[in-house]
């Protein structure tokens, strides 16, 4: 998970740009690079591996300066090379940069024709160019770094060195977070505030869409539709940074907001965005006969849904049960199947307890987990990992997330593998899949309308929630975030099922909320609805705007982005998140240590 940090002061720098990013290895990163003006001329250093390797570099070939950036980069697009190394340099221009441009290929192929040569396999460089073409036709650097900015899609967050311009280092942040830090005579860039940690305490966070011009005597903060915004300056504690809530009334709140970059790091391990291709896992998909999977809570329901993805794109049939049951009824496992254990710490005694018990069967394991040194990371044959970072919250939101992008992606590659996806349809799917982090990014853009439908929210006794397809286990994980911190009583069910008993349970006192994508399956979810608003029940419909309308004087709607389906999970899940959390705010629960929940359940 990519770092950045930049200073720009009086003193030596390279010194502090690399015990900056030390503290920023908590990530995982493949390649580090540092850049510095000087003596008029941006110099950089790039080394493969760890920062002890760029340490290496820097010994044979020392630079100095007083304004520098830094970066620890996980690879997206391109091999983690040297050539691949953050910073890039296009001209006058040297940037790094978290995140993925989603528009790359086609504003890289309008710079060649331009006559610009690309010297990376990354997505970062484009915009380096992008910049110097702007600033080459006389543009204020601000002004041209708002023109390039307006042309990106996707997610980022940068700091940007400019020739000429001494002291300055520009930063901006779309859906990846960047941190403003305040020193005496010496300001400083990070992406959070552990990055800037060693310098200063006094952080101001920057918001969705924001820039900033940052100089060693202040910063000047833009917003996204190009009024001056002002930030407030809070202190945070440089021990504590890591797990600081920063901006944020909660950490739970603070781990919504962070999926855009959890999702696609984890699925960064998984796909490679420039070939469209699905990276080659340690299992041979095309040999098995079955998957088996365990997990509980959460991970039970993640891995419901990549139950759906097995099947739909792999052809693979695919269990999933619930490890607390699944090792006491004496399953009946045939040789060609592989067992896959989900969870976020790697240490739930259930779920640890059923691989450990497949793998006495004679079973090929797998573990797809957050912690890479849990226990169920060394028990497995193969691990999986996901790139969340660390979950504060007892009730896991971008552990949640990270599950299912990595379980989708796997499908994709053993769809690959099984002969049943071609090399079109896979590059659809990986391209589908790297547009996850943007659309979450603008699923979080609703928090305002779902924070108003809480307040009645809040009132409710008891609560369904309704969901077809992979939005079933969706709904029943939306459920489950609603008990587990408002204390409100939730069920989720399949809507197809309504009619079947659950249906009685409907009255003008009894919510139901609604997860209806535009897809083949929304006018039987839409029918089931019907029959909820013609019974006086309060429906909540998340649906993108341009979906049919509902008849009924209790039918509310709040509008999700469109999205491919494969996605979809993902993207909905962010709703479900918000709904669960300001229910619980507006009840005044302890939202982050919910009652007699804790976060790595190490007991049977």
């Known amino acids: 998970m990519c770092g950045i940090i930049g200073v720009t002061g009086t003193g030596p720098v390279v010194s502090?740009?690399?015990?900056?990013?030390?503290?920023l290895e908590y990530r995982g990163y493949d390649s580090a690079g540092?850049?510095?003006?000087?003596?008029?001329?941006?110099?950089?250093?790039?080394?493969?591996?760890?920062?002890?390797?760029?340490?290496?570099?820097?010994?044979?070939?020392?630079?100095?300066?007083?304004?520098?950036?830094?970066?620890?980069r996980w690879a997206t697009h391109g091999a983690p090379t040297t050539s691949n190394a953050h910073?890039?340099?296009?001209?006058?221009v040297c940037l790094v940069h978290n995140g993925i441009i989603e528009n790359f290929a086609e504003l890289k192929a309008e710079m060649e024709a331009e006559g610009r040569v690309f010297e990376s396999q990354t997505d970062t460089e484009v915009v380096a160019h992008l910049l110097d073409h702007k600033l080459a036709a006389g543009m204020a650097p601000l002004d041209a770094f708002k023109a390039t900015l307006d042309r990106l899609t996707g997610a980022y967050a940068l700091a940007v060195l400019i020739e000429g311009e001494d002291e300055l280092i520009l930063g901006a942040r779309r859906g990846s977070p960047l941190v403003v830090g305040w020193g005496e005579g010496e300001m400083y860039l990070g992406s959070d505030a552990l990055a800037v940690g060693p310098f200063t305490q006094r952080i101001s966070y920057l918001e969705e869409?924001?820039?900033?011009?940052?100089?060693?005597?202040?910063?000047?903060?833009?917003?996204?539709?190009?009024?001056?915004?002002?930030?407030?300056?809070?202190?945070?504690?440089?021990?504590?940074?890591?797990?600081?809530?920063?901006e944020y009334r909660h950490f739970m709140e603070k781990e919504i907001h962070e999926q855009p970059d959890s999702v696609q790091h984890t699925l960064s391990e998984y796909l490679d965005l420039v070939s469209g291709k699905a990276k080659v896992q340690a299992v041979d998909f095309a040999a098995l006969s079955r998957i088996q999977i365990v997990a509980c809570g959460t991970a039970f329901y993640a891995a419901q849904i990549g139950r759906y993805a097995f099947e739909k794109y792999a052809g693979l049939p695919c269990d999933v049960e619930i490890a607390s049951e699944f090792r006491y009824r004496d399953p009946a496992l045939s040789p060609g199947t592989l067992a896959v254990a989900v969870s976020q710490s790697g240490e739930t005694a259930d779920t640890l307890?059923?691989?450990?018990?497949?793998?006495?069967?004679?079973?090929?394991?797998?573990?797809?987990?957050?912690?890479?040194?849990?226990?169920?990371?060394?028990?497995?044959?193969?691990?999986?990992?996901?790139h969340a970072g660390p979950e504060i919250g007892v009730a896991s939101t971008k552990a949640f997330t990270a599950q299912v992008a990595a379980l989708l992606s796997l499908a994709v590659a053993a769809g690959v593998a099984r002969g049943r996806i071609d090399a079109?349809?896979?590059?659809?799917?990986?391209?589908?899949?790297?547009?996850?982090?943007?659309?979450?990014a603008e699923a979080l853009q609703m928090?305002?309308?779902?924070?108003?439908?809480?307040l009645d929210l809040a009132k409710a006794r008891d609560v369904l929630f309704l969901g077809r397809g992979p939005m079933f286990p969706l709904a029943m994980e939306g459920a489950l975030k609603l008990k587990e911190i408002s204390y409100i009583h939730a069920e989720g069910y399949a809507a197809g099922e309504l009619k079947h008993g659950p249906i009685a349970l409907i009255d003008e006192a009894t919510p139901t909320v609604a997860l209806a994508p535009l897809d083949d399956l929304f006018e039987k979810t839409a029918s089931n609805l019907q029959e909820v608003a013609a019974?006086?029940?309060?429906?909540?419909?998340?649906?993108?705007?341009?979906?049919?309308?509902?008849?009924g004087a209790g039918v509310r709607r709040v509008h999700a982005p469109d999205c491919p389906a494969l996605i979809a999970p993902l993207v909905y899940a962010v709703p479900m998140q918000l709904l669960a959390y300001y229910t619980a705010v507006q009840k005044g629960t302890d939202v982050d240590q919910p009652r007699n929940l804790a976060k790595s359940v190490t007991v049977e």
């Not at 003006?37 to 340490?55: D, M, P, T």
């Not at 910073?87 to 006058?92: E, Q, S």
């Not at 928090?447 to 809480?454: C, F, N, P, Q, V």
Request: glycine share 8%.
């Open 447 to 454: 928090d305002a309308g779902i924070h108003a439908l809480t």
């Open 424 to 440: 079109v349809q896979e590059a659809e799917l990986v391209k589908a899949l790297f547009e996850a982090p943007r659309l979450i």
């Open 209 to 246: 869409g924001d820039f900033v011009a940052v100089t060693r005597t202040g910063a000047r903060m833009v917003d996204a539709s190009g009024r001056p915004a002002d930030r407030a300056v809070v202190q945070v504690s440089a021990s504590s940074a890591l797990v600081e809530k920063g």
């Open 87 to 92: 910073p890039h340099k296009a001209g006058r």
């Open 34 to 72: 540092i850049a510095v003006q000087s003596e008029g001329r941006i110099e950089r250093r790039r080394a493969k591996g760890k920062i002890r390797e760029l340490e290496a570099v820097l010994a044979a070939e020392p630079v100095a300066g007083t304004v520098g950036i830094g970066h620890t």
């Open 535 to 551: 019974r006086g029940g309060p429906v909540i419909m998340i649906t993108p705007e341009t979906a049919p309308a509902l008849h």
């Open 353 to 386: 307890a059923g691989l450990k018990w497949c793998k006495a069967q004679g079973l090929k394991t797998a573990a797809v987990v957050n912690v890479h040194t849990s226990s169920m990371a060394r028990e497995a044959d193969v691990l999986w990992p996901t």
């Open 16 to 23: 502090r740009l690399i015990d900056s990013l030390k503290r």
